[in-house]
């Protein structure tokens, strides 16, 4: 390849990582959900949402390589795309630790190597911060969409980030990886925990509250999560670790 890299970037946590590993000039499109860092990525072109991506406008680009993640972009739209730019980075993190592969994934593939062996010991030191302690176990439900109510499966990312500080989560019986959540078949009484998160819908405290008063349960046990510091992998990874450990702290304040 000669030249450098042009960048499109479909991913917004990973269009957080090319940043951080000094590639932002390399960046030429992104989603307008790619919102970090924030002041660097206003001079970069949208090309639409995560799964309404504008096709003929990412190729008038002419990008080297395209960076997308199985959940967050649609396998057809990404098979026009692969079909005319050489190099396509497709993602699927479901633990915590992914994002070390991701550091070292992007560094080799960008040369940027000395920029992830950074961003690997930021990430060990945040997450030795964050199980410094034995948490006790603490069951939780995870919403992440309202009408219908759904929620998140064992085997995600943000099931795993919760668990480095002993967050369970509570899942109904699917085999679906974002199920939808029956109150019925799993009564919110019976774990320990509702947590809302603020994306992908934008849950509030007043939801919390009313959430609350309908089923008859202590306000205290519902509670906003902020939905970046969960399930943003890459380097947002490194402040989310450190926001669950202080969540962790408050929560032990919280229900005792």
Excluded at 228 to 256: F, K, N, V
Aim: net charge neutral.
């Amino acid at each position: 390849m000669s030249g450098p890299p042009r960048i499109v970037s479909l991913v917004p946590s990973l269009t957080e990582l090319l940043f951080a590993l000094d590639l932002g000039p390399q960046v030429v499109g992104r989603t307008g959900f790619c919102v970090h860092p924030r002041d660097a990525v206003r001079a970069v072109p949208k090309v639409g949402g995560t799964k309404t991506v504008d096709v003929e406008k990412i190729l008038a680009l002419r990008p080297t390589h395209l960076v997308v993640n199985v959940d967050e972009n649609e396998k057809p739209t990404v098979e026009r795309l692969a079909a005319q730019i050489p190099n396509v980075i497709v993602t699927h993190p479901l633990r915590a630790a992914d994002s070390l592969d991701l550091f070292e994934r992007f560094g080799r593939a960008f040369d940027r190597m000395p920029q992830a062996a950074r961003l690997t010991s930021a990430w060990q030191a945040a997450r030795s911060e964050a199980r410094a302690r034995q948490w006790r176990a603490l069951r939780v439900v995870y919403l992440i969409w309202k009408e219908p109510w759904m929620t998140v499966s064992r085997d995600t990312y943000i099931a795993d980030m919760l668990a480095q500080v002993g967050l369970d989560v509570v899942v109904p019986a699917s085999t679906r990886r974002y199920p939808e959540v029956d109150w019925t078949t799993l009564p919110p009484g019976d774990v320990d925990l509702i947590l809302f998160s603020s994306e992908p819908f934008r849950f509030r405290d007043r939801d919390t509250r009313a959430f609350a008063d309908a089923h008859g349960l202590d306000p205290r046990r519902c509670l906003t999560i902020d939905g970046e510091m969960t399930s943003w992998y890459g380097p947002r990874a490194i402040d989310g670790l450190r926001y669950l450990g202080r969540l962790r702290e408050s929560l032990e304040e919280r229900l005792a």
